[in-house]
């Protein structure tokens, strides 16, 4: 799909990935929409950047723990910008859900995030595209869809269940509407990470390196621009996902 003069919405783009992935589809001359829960601030600096490139461009507080504003926010963008061509289900959630627990709201949560509001999203999105005949729907994953990780239950189970709604509703959808994933390694440090943790974390792939925010938001837009990849993911790890190979045998 030729991007210029489609309209895209972004999740949980204020800042880090979303912020590049918003920055890419606005290189190809999308208009965006951009979504933030609580950085109202990054937010609209970010809507400054993207106006600045030549397109239209909005910031909306979206709160996908709430699933009846999922509606009028999907309104409230398609009257502002135009219908939605583009959905990226960039938005996360990543608190401690340690098992077994008696504290089960972040479970919830964290499945509101990932997996029900995503569902919600293009569930709205959806007929505009198949009207139209276009469209395009990029969930962003990560590692734990194919490996647990400790403590993380929520977030390693909803990841992978986001996974699997991507192949879904690629089914559901064709062929109007590509659907597609992108799972990025290690890319950009919390600011609470210290050197020995994020050496440690490119030390774990192939490329002893932390990838590029960049180059993650070239594989959505390369999936968005695609006419011929649907149900399918692409994983931009630095060989993380295989890295324990080589450690086995180091060892």
Not at 146 to 173: F, I, N
Not at 186 to 202: H, M, N, V
Request: with cysteine; proline share 6%.
């Amino acid at each position: 799909m030729q991007l210029a003069g489609t309209f895209a919405l972004v999740t949980g783009a204020s800042g880090r990935i979303g912020r590049e992935i918003a920055l890419e589809l606005a290189r190809a001359k999308a208009n965006v929409a951009i979504t933030y829960l609580s950085s109202v601030v990054n937010a609209n600096r970010t809507v400054e950047e993207l106006i600045a490139m030549g397109v239209e461009a909005v910031a909306v507080r979206l709160d996908l723990a709430e699933p009846e504003s999922i509606a009028d926010v999907v309104g409230e963008v398609e009257a502002r910008l135009g219908p939605v061509d583009v959905l990226v289900n960039n938005a996360s959630y990543f608190e401690p859900t340690p098992f077994p627990t008696g504290e089960h709201a972040s479970w919830y949560s964290t499945f509101d995030v990932l997996v029900h509001g995503p569902y919600r999203l293009a569930n709205e999105v959806a007929p505009g595209m198949i009207d139209r005949e276009r469209g395009t729907i990029v969930n962003m994953v990560d590692l734990s869809a194919w490996h647990p990780w400790p403590d993380r239950g929520a977030h390693s189970v909803a990841k992978s269940a986001l996974l699997a709604l991507t192949r879904q509703l690629a089914v559901e959808l064709a062929p109007s509407v590509a659907v597609n994933a992108v799972a990025p390694g290690p890319t950009i440090p919390a600011a609470s990470f210290g050197d020995e943790q994020i050496g440690r974390l490119a030390r774990r792939t192939l490329q002893g390196r932390w990838g590029d925010p960049v180059e993650v938001a070239r594989a959505v837009r390369f999936l968005a621009e695609s006419s011929s990849i649907t149900g399918d993911c692409i994983t931009l790890d630095g060989g993380e996902r295989w890295g324990h190979v080589r450690e086995r045998f180091e060892d």
